[in-house]
């Protein structure tokens, strides 16, 4: 098979720090390895001529399912927050995500 | 005969002559998941005291309950099903202490039926893998040889069929998750046309592909199964707004002149001669039948294993970015291997500079796989190929090299590129271990799939008994 997708272990990288996900550096090059092996068999597509073919995103034909917009029953706070380790009055506790500056 | 070994309409005769009691019925599957769940690891969670109260309960309410289909039944549920108050995993490390606040669709309707929720069953991590090695909690073996894979990612729920641990299982399939471990198992698994069961409340795998199914003893229960779960739901869009046949009464009803396809392209290299012949036994007792068989093609088959591992891991890496470990469940150093696989290999897809070469080149290509079958459905009413083109394997067997493992998928990706239902139907044993093959139809074609099943069925139990 012709192997044209081979993955760098920078880019392994740069994927795994788009997807918040943190490798060792084993797992990099294992990652490596087993990612470019499957991106080559998937070049076999590259076979098919779609210029003039629309492409396929929801199987069934459905569009744009609308409902009423009323209010109904819903989860209680308490029930919403039950999975969580840190609350602070009834929300959600988390990391700082931005800087001061 | 034991209770277990019965189908849930035997069952329900059974408790409804008052020959036995849920509570003995629950009870035979729980002395059959202690006896042998040490070895088998079918289920991750058994709700053995909550299970025998809503036994006693439907005991009591018996006559008032006759009118409930799966009243006192025992049913596992796949443990990537929110079951309010019951551990959902997903089988992965991410979730090992989540307990929803609610009950996915699926589950409230059986719940509803009357039917008892006798636990959760173990699967590949996030319904990530063909064997059930993924699962973080240890694979599922095969109960006909513990050497060998059940087959994933719905490896408990065929398992505990097969093991007799429940009288009905309840899966998902996005590539096979439901034919390919029912195949491997010897039991029979629907994956009906995508939105025919809501999927509300299903950890989300690939959302386009994604569709809840069911295994069962025979295929009256798949169809009482099916029968229970289908419908629109207004917490899932996709769920199609289309009224749902009376599966169980139009079952033996047979088509006239029923003409079955067969694909030239699941029949070519890479299929186990073995496997081929069991298919081909299957095919001559439809033959038997006066079924005509037609050789077909679908030209496009080649591609869709690829166009399926740039879809489905593309949806996959979208749907775990959810969890970050701060509204629920641990945080994204829990992932492992297959899951980091899929995700990174999602988002390089849908990356910069990538997304048309991959993901929309991916679903162009699942336009003209689509397009064969509706080609085909012209000449046949439906379509016979074979589930996996190996017999199962051994543990251990695949699992250093993710390709080879992926190929396990290569002949029920297309019912899900293509949203239509498939069947998987057991043919008998092959040096001891099960084999199965499948029917395809068009989209909503479930009850001729029934239909046909059961011809099918009936001829073998024929042919067995004129053999005695």
């Known amino acids: ?101 | 005969m034991e209770l277990t070994q019965l189908s849930i309409s035997q069952a329900q005769e059974g408790l409804k002559k008052k020959k036995f009691s849920s509570v003995e019925l629950v009870n035979s599957s729980l002395e059959k998941i202690k006896k042998n769940n040490p070895k088998i690891n079918a289920f991750l969670t058994v709700c053995e005291k909550e299970a025998l109260e809503q036994a006693a309960q439907a005991d009591k309410e018996r006559s008032a309950m006759d009118k409930k289909p799966l009243s006192g039944i025992p049913i596992a549920v796949k443990d990537i099903f929110c079951t309010k108050g019951i551990k959902t995993t997903a089988a992965s490390r991410v979730l090992e202490n989540y307990l929803p606040v609610y009950d996915a669709t699926a589950v409230r309707k059986l719940k509803e039926a009357g039917a008892i929720i006798i636990g959760k069953t173990n699967l590949d991590a996030w319904a990530h893998g063909s064997s059930g090695e993924n699962s973080d909690f240890g694979s599922t073996k095969n109960p006909w040889n513990e050497n060998y894979v059940p087959g994933g990612s719905s490896s408990g729920s065929a398992a505990a069929m097969a093991a007799q641990m429940a009288l009905g299982t309840i899966g998902t399939d996005t590539g096979g998750s439901i034919r390919l471990p029912a195949s491997f198992c010897g039991v029979f698994g629907l994956k009906p046309t995508y939105g025919r069961i809501s999927r509300y409340g299903v950890i989300a795998m690939a959302s386009s592909l994604d569709t809840v199914g069911c295994f069962g003893k025979e295929v009256m229960d798949l169809a009482l199964l099916l029968q229970i779960m289908a419908g629109h739901d207004e917490y899932d869009a996709t769920s199609l707004n289309q009224s749902v046949p009376n599966y169980q009464q139009n079952l033996t009803k047979k088509k006239q002149n029923l003409r079955i396809g067969l694909p030239k392209e699941y029949f070519s290299q890479g299929l186990d001669k073995k496997v081929e012949e069991k298919t081909k036994e299957a095919i001559k007792v439809l033959e038997r039948q006066g079924t005509e068989i037609v050789e077909v093609s679908l030209p496009h088959t080649s591609y869709a294993l690829a166009v399926y591992y740039l879809i489905q891991p593309s949806e996959v890496s979208s749907n775990l970015a959810r969890y970050d470990g701060l509204r629920y469940g641990f945080d994204r150093t829990f992932f492992s291997d297959e899951a980091k696989r899929r995700i990174m290999l999602g988002t390089y897809a849908l990356s910069a500079g990538y997304y048309e070469a991959y993901y929309l080149k991916a679903m162009k290509v699942r336009t003209l796989i689509k397009k064969d079958f509706n080609k085909v459905f012209q000449k046949v009413d439906v379509l016979l190929t074979p589930v996996s083109p190996t017999l199962p394997f051994k543990i251990g067997e695949k699992t250093t090299n993710p390709l080879e493992m992926y190929l396990s998928d290569i002949y029920t990706v297309t019912a899900n590129l293509a949203g239509i239902p498939g069947l998987a139907i057991p043919a008998g044993l092959v040096d001891g271990l099960p084999v199965g093959f499948q029917l395809l139809g068009p989209q909503l074609s479930e009850e001729l799939l029934f239909q046909v099943a059961y011809q099918y069925e009936e001829q073998k139990r024929f042919d067995k008994n004129s053999l005695v």
């Open chain 1, 1 to 101: 098979m012709k192997k044209i997708s081979n993955l760098t272990e920078q880019e392994v990288k740069h994927v795994a720090k788009l997807a918040r996900l943190s490798l060792t550096s084993e797992e990099v090059k294992k990652f490596q390895e087993q990612l470019s092996e499957v991106l080559a068999y998937i070049e076999v597509l590259k076979e098919v001529k779609t210029e003039k073919t629309e492409p396929t995103s929801q199987v069934t034909s459905l569009e744009n399912v609308f409902r009423e917009d009323k209010s109904q029953a819903s989860l209680s706070q308490k029930e919403i927050l039950s999975g969580t380790k840190e609350t602070h009055q009834g929300f959600f506790k988390i990391k700082r995500i931005l800087d001061n500056d």
